[in-house]
């Protein structure tokens, strides 16, 4: 069956499917360029994604803001034509620098979540870029389109529903991040009528994409038979040769079992859902002082005095190849993955 194509405003959408950002240095050009090159929308993570930068260790966010409009030029030569943009997190310390370099850079969207993007609208304001907050409940829903309809008369481009089967930091108490997925089908209509009501006011399309969870086609429809305009995938798109991640973030993934997916208690606050390895373990143990600040999260979202761990080192360790010693977060399928594939073949596989 041919997957409907997604209209957000003026942009068409060939293949309904968004790869969600994926820190640290999961989803850069490669993988985002890919996705876009085969009709998707590409996204890349804007969580320190300077990491490899010879001036990032002394000057992370300097790094990383000069390398947003780098990351996306280079998707832009993998998909002159194709749909690109960030992800970019509300509790990113300086996350308006964040979002107005991802615009100057012309990124056609901006997926915000860990938190509610209360002021991303004022931000992206006169730009072409669409935006879209990411929610995990129709309270979260209610709160954030109202908060943009009184404050800016406006209403998101797009909306993400993050279920608590995604992987990474999760928008849910440590005990619903462990609710069955189909559990979670009784929230989706209560956000739609939520998001129909914006609609109409603005009579715009405002699409809604289901997140966490999603494996294969078979699931593709299930979300757009219950309403949802397309799906926002992460987890299946690592086991990819364009992934950015190294091959041992990869190989973690293919040799992950049911049983070692599991809940960690992150730095940031939230439940995050991660392989279970030696860095798992430790943490398990008691607190790792952080040696070095490398000021991913605003002093709202990280006390270095009580964090369990650094959130960044741990990811940093993970993306340049140490699988043992750094943080892996994965979702929750990845126990049926069990062989590398090509992004060409996967979008095939799901759109066919
Ligand atoms: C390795 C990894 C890193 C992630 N990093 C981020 C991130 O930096 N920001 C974010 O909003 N979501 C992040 N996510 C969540 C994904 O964007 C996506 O919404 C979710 O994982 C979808 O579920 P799935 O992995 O089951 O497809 C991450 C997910 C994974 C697996």
Not at 43 to 52: D, E, L, N, T
Not at 175 to 183: C, G, K, N, Q
Not at 221 to 241: D, P
Not at 318 to 340: H, P, W, Y
Request: glycine residues 8%; aromatic residues 8%.
């Amino acid at each position: 069956m041919k997957l409907p194509e997604l209209t957000i405003d003026d942009l068409t959408v060939p293949v309904p499917i968004v790869q969600g950002g994926m820190g640290v240095g999961i989803s850069l050009a490669s993988l985002s360029g890919n996705v876009a090159k085969e009709g998707g929308i590409g996204i890349i993570s804007a969580a320190q994604i300077g990491f490899k930068r010879a001036d990032f260790f002394d000057h992370p966010i300097k790094a990383n803001l000069a390398q947003i409009p780098l990351e996306l030029e280079k998707a832009r030569k993998i998909a002159p034509n194709g749909v690109l943009g960030f992800n970019i997190m509300v509790a990113t310390n300086r996350y308006e620098e964040y979002v107005q370099a991802a615009i100057e850079a012309g990124a056609d969207v901006i997926i915000s979540g860990a938190g509610l993007p209360l002021k991303l609208p004022a931000l992206a304001q006169n730009s072409k870029t669409k935006i879209a907050p990411v929610i995990s409940s129709a309270k979260a829903a209610k709160i954030l389109l109202h908060y943009w309809e009184k404050h800016f008369d406006l209403t998101a481009d797009f909306i993400v529903v993050e279920s608590p089967a995604a992987g990474g930091h999760l928008g849910f108490s440590y005990d619903e991040a462990e609710m069955p997925l189909a559990d979670f089908d009784q929230e989706l209509p209560k956000i739609l009528k939520i998001v129909a009501r914006f609609r109409d006011k603005y009579q715009k399309s405002i699409p809604v994409l289901f997140a966490g969870g999603v494996y294969d086609q078979k699931d593709i429809l299930h979300y757009l038979a219950l309403g949802c305009s397309g799906v926002q995938m992460a987890s299946r798109f690592v086991t990819t040769k364009e992934c950015d991640a190294p091959a041992s973030f990869k190989e973690a993934y293919l040799n992950a079992t049911a049983e070692d997916i599991q809940i960690i208690k992150s730095p940031v606050g939230m439940p995050g859902r991660a392989i279970h390895n030696p860095f798992t373990e430790k943490i398990k143990s008691g607190p790792i002082p952080p040696q070095h600040c490398y000021q991913c999260l605003s002093r709202k979202h990280c006390d270095r005095k009580t964090i369990p761990f650094c959130i960044s080192k741990s990811l940093i360790d993970s993306a340049a190849g140490d699988a043992q010693n750094g943080l892996v977060f994965a979702g929750s399928t990845i126990a049926r993955l069990k062989e590398m594939t090509t992004v060409h073949e996967l979008m095939k596989e799901l759109t066919e």
